[in-house]
């Protein structure tokens, strides 16, 4: 399956299933937006929906092309004028939650990173990342208003990113080695498109266990299983 066409209440969210359900990273992907979602002002009064088509890039192409072009085949750096938007916009959002906090900004090979720099008590984080997430999907969307195709930006405090990702990778490996030797599917805890992408990636390349999503709505369960006992 290297084409799938993906219906979600946003762009966004339709783009992370596709990344979950191929098995691969934004990255690697062509993503043709088929149909925006109405915005949020008219949204109750419409029942439509995000429609993306996503398609897999070839391993070939993507050996090919040096991965700086690759990048900016797909999408464009943030310039500089909106990045100081981005930072001031979430300066002006952390000064009310805590006014000695501060922003910093890092890159990797992802885009921009705003690590938020407070008392480390964990505020701006939130119960598994929620807080993060929120300033997240609120500086991503007024990043879409000037500029679509940018890069996604990323919001981070304390390297919970990390933390979280290695955490994931970890859960992901000790519930593969249960599965195995109960012989039997074993589950996760509801995820985000995100965290599920990274079990999933983290199981890839077992050639004895697969993994599945199972839910409605956002949150999923994911399911990983030996391959005889699957689905």
Not at 56 to 75: D, F, H, L, N, W
Not at 115 to 121: E, Y
Request: net charge positive; proline share 3%.
């Amino acid at each position: 399956m290297d084409s799938i066409e993906i219906e979600a209440k946003t762009v966004d969210e339709a783009i992370s299933i596709a990344c979950e359900q191929l098995k691969t990273t934004q990255e690697n992907l062509s993503i043709e937006v088929l149909q925006d979602a109405p915005s949020k002002i008219f949204a109750f009064m419409s029942n439509r929906k995000a429609k993306i088509r996503a398609t897999r890039i070839s391993k070939v192409r993507a050996t090919v092309i040096p991965k700086a072009q690759e990048r900016s085949a797909g999408k464009s750096e943030i310039s500089s004028d909106i990045e100081a938007r981005l930072k001031e916009t979430l300066e002006t959002i952390v000064k009310y939650i805590n006014a000695s906090a501060t922003v910093a900004i890092q890159r990797d090979e992802s885009g921009i990173v705003f690590n938020i720099i407070g008392d480390g008590s964990g505020l701006f984080i939130g119960k598994q990342g929620q807080t993060l997430d929120a300033l997240q999907y609120i500086l991503n969307k007024i990043k879409a208003r000037y500029a679509d195709d940018a890069l996604p930006v990323t919001v981070d405090s304390e390297a919970y990113r990390a933390r979280r990702t290695e955490s994931l990778v970890s859960l992901a490996r000790q519930l593969g080695d249960k599965a195995k030797k109960r012989n039997g599917p074993v589950t996760t805890n509801l995820l985000n498109p995100a965290e599920r992408r990274i079990i999933h990636l983290a199981l890839e390349k077992d050639a004895d266990l697969t993994t599945w999503s199972k839910g409605e709505g956002v949150l999923k369960n994911v399911i990983i299983a030996p391959k005889q006992s699957a689905k």
